[in-house]
């Protein structure tokens, strides 16, 4: 099972980007889906989650700005950002998960500067 995030770069503040992850392997149906993000010297965080059902989680600080959805048909889930902040820079992480397993991605860069 692989999971290659992509999108990542650089933004001005108040600008908009989109992630994408795709899951190479069987698992993607049975899997809820998540973005997470680093920041340097803090913890990994998570930033929105969407069940296979297709219920969505987010983490305060991106409420109302980001949005998370996923397409079965491809084994991709995506992650709109928009309205960035200069502390929505980080390493974003793309997380598969359920019951039995728990994959995650390399990460994608997404640096807010203007």
């Known amino acids: 099972v692989q999971l290659q995030a992509s999108g990542g770069g650089l933004v001005q503040p108040g600008g908009s980007l989109s992630l994408s992850c795709v899951v190479f392997?069987?698992?993607?149906?049975?899997?809820?889906m998540g973005w997470y993000r680093q920041a340097p010297g803090k913890q990994r965080e998570l930033v929105a989650t969407?069940?296979?059902?297709?219920?969505?989680n987010f983490a305060d600080s991106v409420k109302g700005r980001f949005t998370i959805s996923r397409d079965n048909t491809k084994n991709t889930v995506y992650l709109q950002m928009n309205s960035l902040k200069p502390e929505d820079t980080a390493v974003y992480y793309c997380?598969?998960?359920?019951?039995?397993?728990?994959?995650w991605g390399k990460g994608t860069q997404v640096t807010v500067s203007s």
């Open positions: 997380n598969a998960r359920n019951a039995l397993f728990d994959y």
């Open positions: 392997g069987s698992i993607f149906s049975r899997s809820a």
């Open positions: 969407i069940t296979n059902g297709g219920v969505r």
